[in-house]
């Protein structure tokens, strides 16, 4: 060996190829690498192991961790499957650590344990060298007479507790005098009598002292048990024995008792005689085979009865203690234990209660014997659907088996209410009991216990559950469980379809959605008027119109409570709708004055506005109003006013008449009144000179009738008649035009 591996206290082992630490990135550690632990105590040892994550791209996993002290067949054998350890040997491994935990420990257990892990590396199998060494010593008194007292029956003497190897830690002690617990080093000075005994302890470990020894002379009070460690299978009988003695006077009464374990749950608030016990009545027997000697035989023995039983004598001045601990008393059955390994699960048969060196097992597969099976360790074919068992000196093991097809259990039947309590509890029959996983549609859950809280259930959690049972024999599956979370409606949303502008129209879907269970049930509402209820929620406007804009809003509800949504704005959009033109002020239009027009159009957004006059290309204004100030003829005529946004146009014509001023009016009035008063002129000279012209004919008439009147002639008559009739209808028409 290097000297830097003797230093360090191990080296490791690849296959044959010896690493020393610091060089190579797998290795193990155990400290301390010597122990010494007191014979019939338990023992502790630890390692620690390290390995690289990757090997030639490869994830590197542990596979197997084991202790073990012999090699058989060029193998290790794992100290679970030696039999002189059965029942006795626990791992407790995790987090690259291992813990060898040895119980009852027996002067054979003294030896070189080695720690070995096995990976999924072709070359992965290490293990720690040279181990931790275990020794393994009792305890007893050595006493030397110093000096003698006085008295015929007293010696100063010093008393030492004497152990084979300094236990680990450095050990204190514990001194029992007659049976009495008294404080001590590991040795001292005292006065002895001849009726004094002395028996010794390492502290921590008082339940296994040394048998009492006689200082001065031999015939001292004392108590020797005969094992301090005894096992037995439930249902079976067992002695417990010990020797006693009484120095100066005969003894008057003697008892068995049970003392309370730790480790398990008795309860005796003080110590009673075991003939006395309801408990134990009918069960136990005090045997006296000779002067000296007692046996207590426990019959049909019990889990229960696994305890430390003492025995206490009386004489007429003396008392034996009943704190000097006695024998120790283990009930068990045979056990079969399930070892993993790389090739598989192994079993093997344990039992704290080995009768012979090379103890006999028999088999049992599903009940029946398997034939030619007496080896610790079940050679044949596992099947997951068998179970297996061991017998051991007719006493037998439960069977093992790989887990029954699980059960789930929901905690309360009916609806499941969110924000309530719910739990689902996996349950399988197996042995070795299984562990139980969750998965929740094929995701494996976090929870690794056989029961599933969820202490205030979400919405969330909805879905099908199910549970695996696994243990070293097998692994089943359970049927899928539907947990449906019920829960009223949450966060109403509304929603409107075609996105985007709405054009007057156009056909429009309204969408009312809530996270519910059972599904919601939709009101519509505008402006706090009830429109559609139903449970799809949603609300169509085939061909939309404006006056279908406004605020809309629903409600959602179930039968576990309803909310209301946030309000959505329906805009719809549209072209300008015809313009309607106004003027102001309204009436006659005269120039010079200021006048105003106003355009405005029913649109979706709000139209812009452009006029135009008649026979001008360009615009003349902008805007909704147009105002023309100090107006003139000219600006008489038709004007058009379009309205347009980005839908569309639309547009009116207005005649705009302007009438004249105040001076023209005037000027208009002079020209007027002098063409009447010319028209009167003239009309007048007419008529007076027609008037003239009658009144002369008028004369002639006269005239020419009075020669006719004077001369009687007939013909002139009728021509005067004739010209009168005729000068009278020229006068009438004169008259009358």
């Known amino acids: 060996m290097s000297v830097t591996a003797a230093a360090s206290g191990f080296v490791v082992l690849l296959l044959t190829v010896t690493v020393v630490q610091g060089e190579d990135p797998w290795g193990v550690r155990c400290t301390p690498t010597q122990i010494c632990a007191v014979k019939g105590s338990k023992v502790q040892i630890r390692c620690s192991y390290w390995h690289p994550s990757r090997v030639d791209d490869h994830d590197v996993a542990v596979e197997k961790t084991f202790w073990f002290t012999k090699v058989q067949d060029s193998e290790p054998v794992d100290l679970r499957s030696a039999s002189e350890y059965t029942g006795r040997v626990k791992y407790d491994c995790g987090n690259k650590a291992c813990t060898l935990t040895i119980t009852d420990l027996r002067d054979s257990d003294s030896d070189v344990y ?37 008295t015929y029956d007293c010696s100063w003497s010093r008393v030492e507790c004497q152990t084979s190897c300094s236990p680990t830690p450095s050990p204190s002690y514990i001194w029992f005098k007659n049976g009495q617990k008294t404080s001590g080093e590991k040795s001292y000075n005292d006065y002895f009598y001849s009726a004094d005994s002395i028996s010794c302890a390492v502290r921590g470990h008082e339940d296994f002292p040394s048998a009492p020894v006689c200082v001065h002379g031999n015939s001292c009070d004392r108590v020797n048990y005969i094992n301090r460690n005894i096992c037995a299978f ?47 009545t009918a069960r136990v027997q005090v045997l006296d085979p000779e002067p000296g000697r007692s046996t207590l035989r426990i019959m049909n023995l019990r889990l229960s009865d696994s305890a430390q039983y003492r025995f206490t004598f009386k004489s007429q001045k003396f008392e034996w203690e009943r704190s000097f601990p006695g024998t120790t008393l283990t009930v068990t059955d045979p056990d079969v234990q399930v070892i993993c390994s790389p090739i598989g699960p192994t079993l093997t048969c344990h039992s704290s209660c080995l009768l012979s060196a090379r103890p006999s097992f028999v088999w049992f597969k599903n009940g029946r014997e398997v034939h030619g099976e007496t080896s610790p360790t079940f050679r044949g074919l596992l099947h997951p659907e068998n179970n297996y068992s061991c017998a051991y000196e007719h006493h037998h093991s439960s069977p093992v088996y790989a887990p029954k097809a699980p059960l789930v259990q929901l905690s309360q039947p009916g609806d499941i209410l969110k924000d309530s309590s719910v739990s689902l509890t996996c349950s399988s029959d197996a042995n070795p009991p299984p562990a139980y996983t969750w998965y929740k549609e094929n995701q494996t859950l976090l929870n690794r216990a056989a029961q599933l809280v969820f202490r205030s259930i979400r919405s969330s959690d909805s879905g099908e559950y199910y549970c695996t049972a696994e243990n070293a024999l097998g692994k089943t599956t359970s049927k899928r469980v539907l947990i449906n979370v019920k829960y009223a409606p949450q966060s109403s949303s509304v929603s409107v379809s075609p996105s985007g502008e709405i054009m007057e129209g156009s056909s429009v879907n309204l969408t009312c959605s809530s996270d519910a269970n059972p599904a919601a049930n939709y009101t519509w509402y505008k402006e706090n008027r009830a429109l559609l209820q139903g449970p799809e929620g949603v609300y169509r406007l085939s061909s939309i119109s404006s006056g279908d804009s406004g605020v809309y809003s629903c409600k959602s509800e179930n039968q576990y409570g309803r909310i209301n949504s946030t309000s959505l704005h329906l805009d719809v959009q549209y072209a300008p709708k015809p313009p309607s033109v106004s003027v102001s002020p309204s009436g006659e239009i005269m120039e010079g004055s200021s006048v105003t027009l106003t355009c405005s159009s029913d649109a979706n957004p709000a139209a812009h506005y452009t006029w135009y006059k008649e026979d001008e ?29 980005t839908h569309g146009r639309s547009n009116t014509t207005l005649h705009l008449t302007v009438g004249a001023g105040k001076l023209v009016m005037i000027m208009h009035i002079i020209w007027v009144t002098l063409v009447v008063v010319v028209l009167v002129l003239v009309l007048v000279w007419t008529l007076w000179t027609r008037m003239k012209k009658t009144l002369s004919l008028k004369s002639e008439v006269n005239e020419a009738v009075e020669m006719k009147e004077s001369h009687n002639c007939p013909v002139y008559e009728n021509f005067t008649a004739a010209a009168q009739t005729e000068d009278t209808e020229d006068y009438e028409n004169l008259v009358w035009r």
């Open 617 to 645: 290309d360009s615009p003349t204004a902008s805007g909704q109003n147009f105002t023309i100030t100090n107006i003139t003829a000219e600006h008489g005529g038709k004007y058009q006013c379009e309205a347009q946004n």
């Open 114 to 150: 080695q720690f070995s892990f096995t990976t999924n590396q072709p070359t992965g199998s290490f293990t720690g060298s040279p181990g931790v060494s275990l020794s393994v010593t009792g305890v007893q008194v050595l006493t030397t007479k110093l000096s003698a007292c006085k």
């Open 234 to 280: 439930k249902g079976s009988s067992v002695d417990i024995s010990c020797s006693y003695n009484s120095h100066y006077y005969s003894i008057t009464s003697k008892s068995w008792l049970v003392a309370e374990r730790k480790d398990v749950q008795l309860y005796r608030p003080q110590a009673v005689d075991l003939l006395n016990d309801p408990e134990f």
